[in-house]
C-alpha cells in the first residue's frame, strides 16, 4: 500500500489523509522462485521449481501444497508470498527464523486477485526488513484472502505498515499463547479501504497485538468496509499514539473482555472524521490504560462506548481540549452507555451536536477536575440519564459539580471523599451517601423517593433554605422514624442529625411501622378504601397502591400483553415503597370464573406457573406459563390483600 504522510503525530492524529496509489506496482520478482505444490520442507531444495531453496530472492508459495518451517531453519529472502493474485499458499512454522523484506497473505497489489495465502505458527519468529511500500505485512490484499494464526512463542515483527484486509480484501488473524504481532515503527490497520468486506483479528489468551505509531478499526471508504478487533482472556493490545475505531468513513467494532488490557499512549476515539460509525464495548473484568483522552465521536462520525466492566481510565488531553476534561464528545453522535466497571476521568466536554450518557451501574471514579468548574462541560438538559442502575460517583477525595439535569428512574450513590454537588438533581430513584459529601443546591429530592445514609463518614448537605420531601430515610441501615429532620444546631427546630448539614430540612413521610395503606390513602383523598375502586377505571384502591397509580385519576393496569399457546405475558408499573400491610399477588385463570395461584391445578386439570421478573426502571414483567394438561385461553391477573 502505497502512501503519503502515513506517521501521524500525537498532535496530527485526526487531521492527516492517506492516499492510496492504484498504480503502484508489487516489487519486481523476476528471481522469484515458486514452490511446487508439494506438502514438505521449506528448506528441502527439491520441493521448489529449479531445486534451488530461494535465499536473498522472492519466495513465492502460489500453487497449493504446504511448506514447513521448523526449529533450526533460518531463512533469509526477499518477499515472500502465500496465494499471491489467484493461487493457494499455505505455511506451517513451530521454530526457526524467517526473515523477509515484505509478508503477503493472500492477494497482491493487482485489483481482482482471487488468492488465499494461510500462515499457521506455533513458534519462530518471522522479521520483516524491507522499508516503505516495499516493506509492508499485508493479510488479505486486492481481492485476495489472508489468514494468519499464531500461538505458542511465535513472533512477528514489521516495521512498516500492517494492513489486515487492504483495498478490497478480507484478512484474518488470530494471536493466542504468548504470541505477538508489532509493529515497531509505523500503525496498524484492521480492514482498510475494503467497501464490502469484513476483517477480524483476536488477541486471546496471553497473546499481544503492539503498534509503534497508531491503529485504526475500520478505515477508510465508507461503513461497508469493516474492522472488528476482539481482545479477551490475557490478551494485550500496545498502541504507543492513538488507537481509532471507526475513521474515514469506515466502519469499525471492538470488543475487550476477560482480563484483557488495552494500553494507549495518545487518544483513544471511537468513531473520526466523516460518516464512520464506531461501536466499542468494555467487559468483565478488563482494563483500558489511555494516556490521553476518550472522544466519542469526532467530525462527522457517529461513536458508541459501552461500559459493562471492567476499568477504563482516562487522563487530559490539553493539547486538543483546554477544558482538562477526560472524555470528550466532538462529533454530531456520540452515545456513552455506563453499565457496569468503574471508569476514572477528570470530566466530559461536549463540543459536538448530540451527546448522550446513560449511568447504569458504572462507578464514575474523579482522577482530577476539569478546568470549567463544571464537571459535564457544555452538557445540556437532556443529556444525561439515570437508568436501573443509576448514577455512581466515587469523587475520590475532589469536588464536583453537575449542574445538569438528570433524568430517568434511577438513582444516585455517592462514594469516596469528597463531595458531588448536584444543582438541580430531576432523578427518580434513590439517594445513597456511603462516603464523603452529597450536596443538594435545591429541592429535588421526591416524596416517593428513599435517603440513605452511611453512619459515619457520609453527609447529605441541603444547600438550600427549603423542604426536601421523601418517603423514607435510613441511617446506617436503620430506618428512622417519620419527622423532619435537620442538621445539628439548626434554627428550625428541625429533629437534629449528624449525617445531615446545610440551611435545608429533609421532611420524612414514613417510619417504622407508619407505611401503612390507611396512611397512603389519607394521602390520595378524596379516594378512600381498599376494595372500592374511586376512579372506576376497573383497578380497586389496594391494587393502585401496589402499582403506584393514582386511585383518583383512571390508569393503565397491566400494560404490554402479549401472549403464545401456551403462555402469556404482562407488565406494570411497581410502587418502591409498599405498606408494610398490604400484599400482592398474582393468579391465573382459563375461564375468568376459577382463579388459581401459581403451580396449582384447576378443576380442568390445568396447572400453570406464575414468574414475576425484578422491578426494572419500576416495572415488573410477568410470565404465566401452562405447565400440565390442557392449553386454552389463559388470564392472568394482580391482586392486593390487606392484613387487618
Not at 390 to 402: H, R, S
Not at 449 to 456: C, E, L, N, P, S
Not at 478 to 487: E, R, S
Request: glycine letters at 16%.
Amino acid at each position: 500500500m502505497k502512501t503519503k504522510n502515513r506517521h501521524l503525530s500525537a498532535r496530527s492524529l485526526f487531521l492527516a489523509r492517506m492516499v492510496f496509489s492504484a498504480s503502484a506496482l508489487a516489487p519486481a520478482m523476476a528471481c522469484a522462485i515458486d514452490w511446487s505444490g508439494t506438502t514438505g520442507p521449506f528448506t528441502t531444495a527439491s520441493n521448489w521449481t529449479g531445486g534451488v531453496v530461494p535465499s536473498a530472492t522472492t519466495a513465492n508459495i502460489l500453487n497449493g501444497g504446504t511448506a514447513t518451517i521448523t526449529t533450526g531453519n533460518t531463512i533469509g529472502i526477499t518477499g515472500f508470498n502465500l496465494g499471491g493474485h489467484a493461487g493457494t499458499g499455505i505455511v506451517t512454522q513451530d521454530g526457526g527464523a524467517v526473515t523477509a523484506t515484505k509478508l503477503a497473505l493472500g492477494g497482491d497489489n493487482s485489483a481482482g486477485g482471487t488468492g488465499q495465502g494461510t500462515y499457521t505458527m506455533t513458534g519462530g519468529t518471522v522479521n520483516t526488513t524491507g522499508s516503505g511500500f516495499d516493506g509492508e505485512m499485508w493479510v488479505g490484499s486486492r481481492g485476495g484472502t489472508g489468514t494468519l494464526a499464531m500461538s505458542g512463542n511465535a513472533t512477528i515483527t514489521v516495521s512498516e505498515f500492517i494492513a489486515i484486509g487492504r483495498d478490497g480484501a478480507s484478512g484474518s488473524v488470530t494471536i493466542g499463547g504468548t504470541a505477538e504481532l508489532k509493529n515497531t515503527v509505523r500503525s496498524v490497520g484492521i480492514g482498510v479501504a475494503s467497501p464490502g468486506f469484513s476483517s477480524t483479528v483476536t488477541v486471546k489468551e496471553s497473546g499481544k497485538l503492539s503498534s509503534a505509531d497508531e491503529l485504526y478499526v475500520g478505515w477508510l471508504i465508507n461503513s461497508t468496509n469493516e474492522g472488528i478487533l476482539h481482545v479477551e482472556d490475557s490478551g494485550t493490545v500496545n498502541v504507543v499514539n492513538g488507537l481509532v475505531v471507526g475513521r474515514n468513513s469506515g466502519k469499525g467494532i471492538m470488543t475487550v473482555s476477560d482480563s484483557a488490557t488495552i494500553n494507549v499512549g495518545g487518544y483513544l476515539v471511537v468513531g473520526a472524521d466523516g460518516g464512520s460509525i464506531a461501536d466499542m464495548t468494555v467487559n468483565d473484568n478488563a482494563t483500558l490504560n489511555i494516556t490521553n483522552m476518550v472522544w466519542v465521536s469526532q467530525n462527522g462520525a457517529t461513536g458508541t462506548l459501552t461500559l459493562n466492566g471492567g476499568t477504563t481510565i482516562s487522563h487530559p488531553g490539553l493539547n486538543n481540549d483546554a477544558t482538562g476534561a477526560g472524555v470528550a464528545f466532538r462529533g454530531p453522535s456520540g452515545t456513552l452507555n455506563l453499565n457496569g466497571g468503574v471508569l476514572e476521568t477528570c470530566g466530559f466536554n461536549k463540543t459536538g451536536a448530540i451527546a448522550v450518557v446513560n449511568f447504569n451501574g458504572t462507578t464514575i471514579k474523579a482522577n482530577g477536575v476539569t478546568n470549567t468548574g463544571s464537571w459535564f462541560n457544555n452538557f445540556g438538559e437532556a443529556d444525561l440519564f439515570a437508568l436501573a442502575g443509576g448514577l455512581k460517583f466515587d469523587t475520590n477525595n475532589n469536588d464536583v459539580f453537575i449542574s445538569q439535569f438528570i433524568g430517568g428512574a434511577g438513582g444516585v450513590t455517592k462514594s469516596g471523599l469528597g463531595t458531588l454537588v448536584l444543582t438541580q438533581g430531576g432523578y427518580e430513584g434513590e439517594t445513597v451517601v456511603n462516603a464523603g459529601t452529597l450536596e443538594l443546591s435545591n429541592t429535588s429530592l421526591l416524596p416517593t423517593g428513599t435517603v440513605r445514609i452511611a453512619q459515619t463518614g457520609a453527609v447529605l448537605k441541603l444547600g438550600h433554605n427549603s423542604v426536601d420531601s421523601v418517603d423514607r430515610l435510613f441511617i446506617g441501615g436503620v430506618q428512622k422514624p417519620a419527622g423532619t429532620y435537620g442538621a445539628v444546631g439548626n434554627e428550625y427546630g428541625d429533629i437534629e442529625l449528624a449525617q445531615l448539614s446545610g440551611t435545608g430540612s429533609l421532611e420524612v413521610l414514613s417510619g417504622p411501622g407508619s407505611n401503612t395503606y390507611q396512611n397512603w390513602i389519607g394521602a390520595n383523598a378524596p379516594a378512600t378504601g381498599f376494595t372500592p375502586d374511586s376512579d372506576n377505571d376497573g383497578i380497586p384502591n389496594g391494587v393502585e397502591h401496589v402499582l403506584g397509580t393514582n386511585p383518583n385519576t383512571p390508569s393503565r393496569g397491566l400494560v404490554a400483553v402479549t401472549s403464545t399457546a401456551t403462555s402469556a405475558t404482562f407488565k406494570h408499573s411497581l410502587n418502591p415503597s409498599l405498606a408494610s400491610d398490604v400484599t400482592p399477588s398474582y393468579q391465573w385463570s382459563t375461564n375468568l370464573v376459577e382463579w388459581k395461584a401459581s403451580g396449582a391445578t384447576n378443576t380442568s386439570g390445568t396447572t400453570a406457573t406464575i414468574t414475576p421478573s425484578a422491578p426494572v426502571a419500576g416495572e415488573v414483567t410477568v410470565t404465566i406459563s401452562i405447565t400440565g394438561g390442557p392449553a386454552g385461553k389463559l388470564f392472568g391477573r394482580l391482586a392486593a390483600t390487606q392484613a387487618p
